[in-house]
Nanobody
Framework: QVQLVESGGGLVQAGGSLRLSCAFAKIDFSMYTMAWYRQAPGKQRELVAGIFSGGNTQYEDSVKGRFTISRDNAKNTVYLQMNSLKPEDTAVYLC????????WGQGTQVTVSS
């Protein structure tokens, strides 16, 4: 079973930074669109950032200028660098891989204290 394994979550103070990683052991990793979603308690899952196979990126408006998504195809890994974190960024962050179908990781908790 192919798995996406997230890491890098934790507790940070407002204004701090975290870097999330998602390792995806798939030989054709470079062909997948990779994305980070988040889900806060009582809220719907939302797309935070995505990166296409060609390297183009997209971001949810509230994280533009603060978060950066990147991928290392040699390491089969996608990253989410999160700077200037705010309490409202608190959520479970989930890695997604898409190539016509969705694959999901288990999620990693990010908690930002005020």
């Amino acid at each position: 079973q192919v798995q996406l394994v997230e890491s890098g979550g934790g507790l940070v103070q407002a204004g701090g930074s975290l870097r999330l990683s998602c390792a995806f052991a798939k030989i054709d990793f470079s062909m997948y669109t990779m994305a980070w979603y988040r889900q806060a308690p009582g809220k719907q899952r939302e797309l935070v950032a995505g990166i296409f196979s060609g390297g183009n990126t997209q971001y949810e408006d509230s994280v533009k200028g603060r978060f950066t998504i990147s991928r290392d195809n040699a390491k089969n890994t996608v990253y989410l660098q999160m700077n200037s974190l705010k309490p409202e960024d608190t959520a479970v962050y989930l890695c997604n891989a898409n190539r016509g179908y969705d694959l999901w990781g288990q999620g990693t908790q990010v908690t930002v204290s005020s």
